[in-house]
């Protein structure tokens, strides 16, 4: 069974940083999306970034307009971590952000909307003060 659980979280000073990761045990990296995702209150979830494993190699990296130049998503040393490094923090990335994955996507066309993702995390709270 796939479980994903998110940390890293917490709140920050605009201008600031923080790292989050996914942890994604009971999952298999073939050729698949994994990407983050954010919710904040009164807003639609937004996909803030996504990467593509071709044969469970980093592919292609895809990011939100809104993120571009700040925000760097990556796999960790473990393969099935995840990481989101988020600089220069703006009061408008304060949300629950949700680490997610899919089953076999046969492009990196196919990791750009929430339903293309057959997993996801519970969420961890990012909070930027201004």
């Not at 994903?4 to 999306?33: F, M």
């Not at 994994?34 to 593509?52: C, L, N, T």
């Not at 993120?67 to 949300?95: C, H, W």
Request: aromatic share 12%; glycine share 10%.
């Amino acid at each position: 069974q796939v479980h994903l659980v998110e940390s890293g979280g917490g709140s920050v000073q605009a201008g600031g940083s923080l790292r989050l990761s996914c942890d994604a045990s009971g999952y298999t990296i073939t050729s698949n999306c994994m990407g983050w995702f954010r919710h904040a209150p009164g807003k639609e979830r937004e996909r803030v970034a996504s990467i593509y494993f071709m044969y469970s190699i980093v592919g292609t990296t895809d990011y939100a307009d809104s993120v571009k130049g700040r925000f760097t998503i990556s796999q960790g040393n473990a393969a099935n971590t995840l990481y989101l490094q988020m600089d220069n923090l703006k009061p408008e990335d304060t949300a629950m952000y949700y680490c997610a994955a899919s089953q076999y996507r046969s492009s990196p066309g196919q990791c750009r909307q929430a339903s293309d993702y057959d997993y996801w995390g519970q969420g961890t709270q990012v909070t930027v003060t201004s």
